[in-house]
Structure formats: structure tokens, C-alpha cells
């Protein structure tokens, strides 16, 4: 493990005429090497920004800035003192880890009038493999081959394409981030919010976080306190507490859990095979295509069920604060399906044309 140190940067008004004076002092480092083409490319950071850009290139670029703003050129020498950036560096392993130490004294002193930062600025082979962490900042990253892990907690992600069949993102009080596209991927996000363009198959687990998908192959979740939104998707299956949960258009199959929450679909598909929800405490509203064969079971127990569909029942049964139907509608020999089984909430049944 290599510690390197660099040149200082001192940019100020004033500043040997006034100790009060804002001075920007800087430290820059900058290395670059040689690298196989699936190499693992490994940053830690803090307090700043990770800016990645993949390119057809095998070389490792990495430049970071580390930058303190203050009015006493003691107290800011003793903090850029305290960051240093500490590099491992190998063709099929690159490594960039920030540190900061911080002195009784830096504790000590008015920390109003001392700020820092630590950017990365990275360029890497698009075929790379990378580990990112970074806090209290951003990680911005145009296109990916490689598989991805990346955490972030205070932050915002600025995603492009993640094109591996393994990414794993981490991110909690991380809001107003977005994904172009994602081949697959495991999702794990508490207080936060995003959003995905296109996705192929994501597994979620999400608490008090807002995800909203655009186009989505395969979800999986679990997801409590919080709004799922999907504009448009095959095959949809979880559970989730205090969720809200809207899909536009469902092709292909749901299977739900909700308690204490809202589940709406506004278009199945003709081409849906089946649709099974489970819910308490929860407002089930479906918009189902005229065309749509399917069976169908429905279970309430303290609950309603209103339907403007042409449903024909075999069996149709209410009992003090239960109600039972079973039927069809419009071939009773298809292998489609709807099971709906409520409690405390109401289903809504609707055509959409």
C-alpha cells in the first residue's frame, strides 16, 4: 500500500493581507496504468463526488482533487494534512481509498468556517468490474459491461447502463437518483427515491423509499412504506406493507402481497396468464381488457367487490361478513387466472378498452 502526496494549490483574495481572508487550498493526485480488460476497479469515498467514465481503452485513469475553503491557513494546512488518498495498484485489481483523520485541534476549531471536499474524476475499460462506495456526494457513470456493486448513502446516483447480469446497488438517503438501463439487478434502498428508464429483471428491497420503472422485463420485491410505480411490465410478484403499488400495463403475470395499502393496475393484457392477490386493509383496483379470458376466484371477508365486467359465476355465496364468487369470464376452459383474497378493503373490477 502506497501513500502519495502532492502538490498545493493556494487560490485566495486577500490572502496575505487579512488572515480573515477565504482561502481555497487544493491537492491533487493523478494516476494512470496499463490494465486487463475485466479488471476490478475498487474506490472509497466521502464528501465529494465519484465522476466514472468507461471507454475501449485498458488503462486506468484516476484524478482526484481534494479541496479546503477557510480563513485560517493553519486549520486548513491541518485539514488537508488529514486526507490523504491511498492507492493499490495492479492490472487486474485497482484500488482508491480516501481517509481523513481527524485531529483533536480540527475537532476543536469552528468547523462554520471549514469546508472540504474529495472528487474523483475516473476513466476505466468498459468491460471493467467495479466496487464503489461514496458517501455524502454523487456517483455519476455513463455505461458499464462489467458487473457493478455500488453503495451510496447521502448521495444522488446518476446512472447510464449497467449491461451485466450481476449489479448490486445499495443506497439509503439517496433521492432523485436514475438508471437509463439495467440488465438485472438486486436493489437494496431505504429512505430514498429513483427512478429506471428500462430494466430487464430487478430484485427489490426497498423501506420508505418512491421506485418508479418505466419499461420492466421481471420484478421481484419487498417493499414497506413506501410508492412502487411501473408504467409497464411482464411478470410481477412480491409483497409490501403501508405500500402504495400502481402498474400501467401488466402482459404477462402478478402475484401480490399488500397489507395496509393501495394495489392498481390500469390494463391487463389479453395475453395475462394469471393475477394472484392477497391483501388486508387494502384497495384493490384492476382495469382488465374486454378481450382477457381468465377463472376467476375472489375471497373477501369484511370487504366489497364491484365489477362492471360481464362475469359469469358457478358459484356466488355470502355469509354474514364474507362473500365468495367463482367463475368465468368469457371461456371457462381457459388456463388464465384471477384469485383475489381480501380483507377490510375493497375490489374495483373495471374494462379498459
Known sequence: MIKFKSILLVVGLGLFSSALAQQNVQKEFHKELEVQANALIEIQNQFGDLKI?????????????????????????????????YFDLNPDHVSARTEIEESWSTKLFNRSRLSFRIDYTVKLPRSSQVDLTNDYGSIVLNALDGAAKINCDFGKLLIGELNSENNELFFDYTNNSSFDFIRAAKI???FSSFDVEEAGRIELEADYTSSEFNTLQELEFKNDFG???????????????????????????????????????????????????????????????????????????????????????????????????????LNENTTNSLHITSEFG???LTSNP
Open 53 to 85: 467514465t468507461s471507454w475501449d481503452e485498458n488503462k486506468v485513469v484516476i484524478d482526484v482533487l481534494i479541496t479546503v475553503k477557510g480563513s485560517n491557513s493553519k486549520r486548513i494546512q491541518e485539514k488537508l494534512d488529514e486526507i490523504e488518498v
Open 227 to 329: 410508492k412502487l410505480i411501473i408504467a409497464r411490465i411482464n411478470s410481477l410478484r412480491g409483497r409490501g406493507d403501508y405500500l402504495t403499488l400502481k402498474v400501467g400495463t401488466l402482459f404477462h403475470s402478478a402475484e401480490l402481497d399488500n397489507e395496509f395499502g393501495l394495489i392498481r393496475i390500469n390494463e391487463v393484457m389479453p395475453a395475462t396468464q394469471s393475477i394472484k392477490i392477497n391483501s388486508e386493509y387494502t384497495g384493490v383496483q384492476l382495469g382488465i381488457s374486454p378481450e382477457w379470458e381468465f377463472l376467476h376466484e375472489i375471497d373477501l371477508e369484511f370487504a366489497s367487490l364491484k365489477s362492471i365486467l360481464n362475469l359469469n359465476y358457478k358459484i356466488q355465496r355470502t355469509e354474514s361478513t364474507k362473500k365468495y364468487y367463482q367463475g368465468f369470464h
Open 346 to 348: 375493497s375490489v374495483k
Open 188 to 190: 437494496y434502498a431505504d
